[in-house]
């Protein structure tokens, strides 16, 4: 149990970056990881996170992307909304995230950002690239 609670970047732990299906894995890219710590060092205030790693059977349960969707790789969906939300995203695009997801509607705790920093691969999924849910 002391392990979930190991801070694995100066701002955050393990438990709150592994899959949350009792799986106990966390295969979160590390260059991914540096990112998110300097955006959290640049935002400066706490960052909620509703979903971080998720394991290839775990995201196939709840994504329409299947077993090798972003949260596989390296992805987070932060709960934040209002202005917090305008200057997350704001920062986000200043350091390089190459995937942003919104969903700012519906209720304030299930509103979120979700950030990953996947390569362009095709012609057809273009990066940078920003979404709305």
Same mark, same amino acid.
């Given at each position: 149990?002391?392990? !979930?609670?190991?801070?694995? +970047?100066?701002?955050?732990? =393990?438990?709150? !970056?592994?899959? @949350?299906?009792?799986?106990? @894995? ?9 990112? =998110?710590?300097? !955006? ?20 196939? @349960?709840?994504? +329409? +992307?299947?077993? +090798? ?11 934040? $909304?209002?202005?917090? *939300?305008?200057?997350? =995203?704001?920062? *986000? =695009?200043?350091?390089? %995230? ?6 700012? $509607? ?5 509103? %979120?950002? $979700? ?9 057809? $999924?273009? @990066? ?6």
């Amino acid at each position: 149990m002391d392990n !979930l609670l190991e801070q694995i +970047t100066p701002h955050f732990s =393990l438990k709150e !970056l592994m899959c @949350r299906c009792g799986c106990g @894995r966390m295969g979160i890219d590390p260059a991914f990881l540096e990112r =998110l710590e300097d !955006l959290r060092t640049a935002y400066n205030r706490p960052m909620i996170i509703n979903s971080g790693y998720r394991c290839p059977e775990y995201n196939n @349960r709840v994504s +329409t +992307t299947g077993r +090798t969707g972003p949260h596989t790789i390296g992805a987070v969906d932060i709960r934040v $909304h209002g202005t917090d *939300a305008h200057i997350l =995203l704001h920062m *986000a =695009l200043m350091i390089g %995230f190459t995937g942003i997801g919104i969903k700012q $509607h519906g209720p304030h705790s299930g509103r %979120f950002i $979700h950030l990953d920093n996947l390569p362009a691969h095709t012609a057809s $999924h273009p @990066r940078p690239w920003i979404w709305t849910y």
